[in-house]
Every structure is written in structure tokens, then in C-alpha cells.
């Protein structure tokens, strides 16, 4: 009976609004997103007669610049925990966290965060010794490998295919590429994005995939952002055809689309996000560390925020669906009674990444409360931490 009043009482509580102003900030998880890279195809003069722009490293690597923007927002975040009262001068190591996947633009995105945010102190970044490995926490493949759960995924991924419509964005696209003039015109006949078929390909061992338009426009548009967000000369980007926000939201809608198909499943993205998940309720049911955080990649943010059923949501003054350099912010936040849980995406903006703004408590990143489906919040963004553990069925 004590057990039902109590339980009685914090939902009156948390209907009724929490009082911030008793509340401790009393553990912080980041789910990141890598900064800005090069792009990830390498091979992309095929689909255009036009020179494409030349970066100053191989494919899929984190920029200097990418760097310079990760450590600003290190340093906004670590001024914001220490405003919190939550971090004060340098922490120790048992109570900091910093775990990256073992790409190299992860681990030089993390090391970036970490000589910002906590510079001269003795903080180091933890990752997997072997790095020709993809760490299986962060991979985001189809761990359930039986026939059934596989088909079920294809079926799903199928039916969004046909869903799709892409049409005004493809459209677009080719006539920036001029691609009936292109090599993969020429030789594979393939001049006309519309007119071809998007497929699935799901291999044993590797991530939800496609073949066709969807995976062709995604990599050129990925080439189209990172450049846009490197601060090249618009000229450069995309040949300087790109000129209004209706322009963008067209190209970004490929990249929304491919994300979605690959990663926003309903019948596979508890199985996909299932390792990364289980180690971050590790962390909370350990109550330890104080501060963590763990940097991968789009398709971590994407699966994890499906499979834990965050309700929809908008990003303004962004064009990804998953920010360059974005971050999940789990906040654990405790008053003399109870615990409550507030999660936030704090996010460059587009005009930020570009001009390479510098980021302060003055000055900060976009900061949008989310909602999940599972944990009734209230109108400053709380809900019952005892609820939002009930969500961990790993």
C-alpha cells in the first residue's frame, strides 16, 4: 500500500511541474555525433562531367575544422556543467567517461572534445585497441541473423521504398550533377535517377544497406553538406547551384529518407541499437560515471532514439536530421525526494557550422527538449527517472 501512495504522489508531482529550482544535476550521458569530415565516397566523378572540389584527406576523416567545432562545443558544454554546479575545475578520471567508436574521425572527434572541454587535465579517450574493427557496441548491423527476423526487416524496408517520393529532389539533383552528360550515363545508362530502383541489401554482418538512386544521391549530397559545413567557397558547393533553403531541403530529404529506411525501423531498430543501449543503462543503473560520453555516428542517434520511442521532433535551423557534431543529452536531475530524467538534442546550427562560430553560455548551440513516448514529461521537459529505467529491456 506505502508502495502504490508513493508512486501516487510522483505522478501528482510531475503532472503538477517539478521545482527547478531544487533540482541537482546529478549525471550527464552524450550520445555524439562525429564532427565535420570529408566525404565518404571517394569515387564520385562518375555520376557528373563536373570537377568535383578537392579535400585535404582521404575519405571519411575528421577536418581540421571539424576539430576546431568540436572542441567550441567541448568547451560550451563543460562551461554549462560547471554553471550546473555540476563540474568544477578538472574531474577525476574515475568520474569521466569518454568512449569512441574506432573510426578516426570518433576518436579525433572525442580527443578534439576532450582538449577543450577538459584541457590540461588528465582525461583520455577510451576506444577499442584493435582499429580495424568496427567496435560492436556502436556497429549498427542486424545482430538477429535467423531467416524470419531478416525477412521481416527486408519486408519493412521494401514497403518504405514505395513509399518514397523522391521525385522533385532527384530531379534537382541530376540537373546540378548534369549527370545525362556523366560517365554513369554514358557507360551504365543510368541518366535518369527517377527512372531507376532503389533495392535493399542486407548482408550478414554489415549495416542495413541500398543499392540504386538512394545510396548514389545520399553519397553526393553527403559531399554537397560536408562541404557547405567546411566553409568552402560557395562556388564549391555543389558548383554554387545550391542558392535557397527550398534547394537544401530537397537535397536534405535524401539524406532523411536513406537515414529513416536504413536505421528508423520498427521491426529492427531495438536489434540494431540493442548493444549501444544496454551499455548506456549499464551506466545509469551504476550510477557511474558522473559524466560520460560515447561518440559514433548518425545511424547510432537515429536507431537509439527509435528503439527508445522518442516522440517526433523538429531540429531548426538544421538541414541533417542528425547534426554534424549533434548530441544527445541524457540529464539526470535529483531534489530531496526524487529523480528525474530531462533529455535534450544540443546541435550546431547550419550558420554555425559554416562560419565556424565560436560557442559560449552567451552564444550556445541549439538546444531542443525531446519527449519519450514511454516517460510522461512535463512542461519543462522532467519525468520520472523511475519511469524512464522501466524502458530498459536489454
Known sequence: MAGKLIVFLC???ISQGVDIGSLKLDQVLILSRHNVRTPLMDTLEKYTPKQWPKWNDTSGMLTEKGALLEGYMGKYIYDWLDNEGFMEGCPEQK???IYANTKARTIDTAQAFVDSAFKNCNITVRHLDDLTVFDPIFFPIVHNTTEVFRNKISEEMTALIKKMNLTESYTELQKILQ???ADICK????CDLNAAQTEVVLEVGEEPNVSG???IGNAIVDSFIMSYYEGMPLEDVAWGLINT?????LMAKISKENQNLRFNLTSGAKDIAGPLIKYMFNIFEDKSPKFSMLVGHD????????????KPFELPEQFEPFPIGGKLVFQKFVDSTNQYLKIEYVYPSTNQLRNAEVLCLAHPPKRVVLELKGCKTDSNGFCLWSDFMKLNVY
Open 11 to 13: 505522478v501528482i508531482v
Open 299 to 310: 545511424s547510432n542517434l537515429n536507431s537509439v532514439i527509435s528503439a527508445l520511442e522518442f
Open 95 to 97: 568520474d569521466v567517461l
Open 179 to 181: 549527370i545525362q552528360d
Open 213 to 215: 538512386p538512394l545510396f
Open 187 to 190: 557507360s551504365l545508362y543510368l
Open 245 to 249: 533553403t527550398e534547394q537544401w531541403e
